[in-house]
């Protein structure tokens, strides 16, 4: 076993099985290569992640490339028409095959000696094999991929949690937003120097957000207290019905969800007076999404499992998905996605619909990057959460319940 303190000889379970509730994790979670291995195998190559929306696939060939640790999975619309993943790992000797991050081919041909797969990851061309070799079995591997109401999941493993509660249950709520007819109007790519956790850890609580984002503390008020948020929630319920808003409440986190379904949450929360949005002025940014005829000043969240979530304003959505590079450094993606038919330039400016998340990303980098840094030291220890951070607590309850799952 690897660990920071030599002293400290105890195992991965051993660790999981000393985590103390109500507490943030010990410093080895976050620094210990065994534990990310683990985390690898148990929690991240079995869970659903968000790799992006049908809209970047539409036409036969169309692909791009999602890498999460040490996987990279080369998602393809077939010239049947269906979406598939596969690893993108040559069948001969192993290289990565597409080193393009996307694009539209009918054929990927492995930079290394040139073994060709079809867009339905079969193997097409190999020279010089021995006739004893049926190319039939070197096909590429599939990557689990489904799509839900328009956005594309996929899962490194063969028996991902199940989706049918999800596509279900979120079937309405994303209909409001006709998910399916959105498209991405910018997508951005955070690096990350910190472990992966502490990235999604950050994005569960909104106790930093009065003191690390004065913009976005500006307009939302998901940090305010229990007794002002009330009033502000129920003049946002008032005002949705005649905006063409319904009023969900579902809240199956991943750590109550059922073994083996992906948990998943919506809920409605209202933005302050005068904003109608997460724009820096609070007005119509984009063409009203889905079955809005108004704006009612709210903001949804949607979260799909462990790494990806939504905030979905009346106008534009913004989407996060938060995966680790190794186990000292992570990436946060973020697409802002508007409805398909509006124009860039004439219904929506890139640079307006990206402020708020943009900037808030940036500030969110720093406190994080400073948070691994200060656990790494041989002076930290878990420090008791509040109560907002409610939500991190289940997150990481999540987190360790996979880790201990065989
Ligand atoms: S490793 Fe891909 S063709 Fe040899
Ligand atoms: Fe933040």
């Known amino acids: 076993m690897t660990g920071v303190s030599n002293a400290d000889t105890r195992t991965v379970d051993e660790l999981i099985a000393d985590y103390q509730a109500g507490y943030s994790l010990e410093q080895r979670f976050y620094t210990d290569p065994d534990v990310y291995e683990l985390e690898l195998e148990r929690v991240v190559c079995r869970n659903w992640i968000l790799a992006g929306h049908v809209s970047e ?3 036969p ?3 791009k490339v999602l890498s999460v640790g040490r996987e990279s999975a080369l998602i393809v619309r077939g010239d049947d028409g269906n979406l598939r993943a596969f690893a993108n790992v040559c069948r001969h000797r192993g290289s990565l095959v597409c080193l393009e991050s996307e694009g539209n081919a009918r054929r990927f041909a492995c930079p290394y000696h040139g073994w060709t797969y079809d867009t339905e990851g079969a193997l097409v061309a190999a020279r010089d094999l021995p006739e004893s070799v049926d190319r039939a079995d070197f096909g590429l591997r ?15 493993c063969e028996d991902p949690p199940a989706l049918e509660r999800c596509r279900e249950e979120l079937a309405a709520p994303m209909a409001m937003f006709d ?6 109007a910018a997508v951005r790519d955070y690096p990350i120097a910190a472990n992966w956790k502490l990235a999604i850890e950050n994005y569960q609580e909104c106790y930093h957000c009065a003191t690390a984002h004065p913009e976005y503390a500006a307009m939302h ?3 305010l207290d229990r007794k002002k948020r009330p009033r502000l929630q129920e003049a946002m319920r008032a005002r949705m019905p005649a905006c063409g808003v319904d009023d969900y409440c579902i809240d199956r986190l991943d750590t109550f969800a059922p073994p083996g379904e992906i948990g998943f949450g919506y809920d409605r929360h209202a933005l302050f007076e005068g ?3 997460g724009s820096r002025e609070g007005k119509p940014v984009a063409p009203l999404l889905g079955s809005f005829s108004d704006y009612d000043g709210g903001a949804s969240d949607f979260s799909f499992g462990g790494f990806s979530f939504l905030l979905a304003y009346s106008d534009h959505v913004v989407a996060y998905v938060f995966t680790p590079v190794d186990h000292g450094s992570a990436l946060c993606r973020v697409y802002w996605l508007v409805r398909s038919d509006a124009e860039a330039g004439c219904d929506y400016d890139v640079d307006q619909i990206t402020w708020l998340w943009d900037v808030t990303t940036k500030a969110d980098l720093e406190i ?3 948070n691994a840094r200060g656990i790494a ?3 930290y220890t878990p420090g008791p959460f509040s109560g907002m951070e409610s939500a991190e607590q289940n997150w990481v309850s999540w987190v360790l319940g996979e880790l201990a799952r065989p």
């Open 57 to 59: 696939l539409v036409n």
């Open 61 to 63: 060939g169309d692909f």
């Open 142 to 156: 599939t990557v689990s991929c489904e799509v839900v109401h328009g956005l594309v999941l996929i899962a490194f």
């Open 179 to 184: 998910f399916e007819n959105l498209k991405v």
């Open 221 to 223: 008020t998901l940090m």
């Open 275 to 277: 904003y109608l949005n």
């Open 368 to 370: 994080i990057q400073n």
């Open 377 to 379: 030291s041989r002076y």
